[in-house]
Nanobody, 118 residues
Framework: VQLQASGGGLVQTGDSLRISCEAS????????MGWFRQAPGKEREFVAA????????YYADSVKGRFTISRDNAKNTVYLQMNSLKPEDTAVYYC????????????WGQGTQVTVSS
């Protein structure tokens, strides 16, 4: 299984950015796909998740209303649309995959850096 995240970059406060994660080696449509982030000196935290079959989405309170997770099962790709970005959103963003919504994610991508300048 490989997860390849891309699309990170340097943006200004209030800007929007979409990051992507392409998966291979798994039955993408049946997997829960999640986005996590880790800021310097902080622990990794959950950002958003998408359940493949049910279509349900989940968000951390800190991003609810600003970020949207979506997926294209035909392209084996999950997206994170980030709007109204804040400096505190600066982090390395990781995509992850798991067969179940509960429990630890089994597969992780390499991460993409998102930097929001003030």
């Amino acid at each position: 299984v490989q997860l390849q995240a891309s699309g990170g970059g340097l943006v200004q406060t209030g800007d929007s950015l979409r990051i992507s994660c392409e998966a291979s080696g798994l039955t993408f449509s049946s997997y829960v796909m999640g986005w996590f982030r880790q800021a310097p000196g902080k622990e990794r935290e959950f950002v958003a998740a998408s359940r493949g079959s049910a279509g349900s989405t989940y968000y951390a309170d800190s991003v609810k209303g600003r970020f949207t997770i979506s997926r294209d099962n035909a392209k084996n790709t999950v997206y994170l649309q980030m709007n109204s970005l804040k400096p505190e959103d600066t982090a390395v963003y990781y995509c992850a995959a798991n067969a179940y919504y509960s429990g630890n994610y089994r597969y992780w991508g390499q991460g993409t850096q998102v930097t929001v300048s003030s």
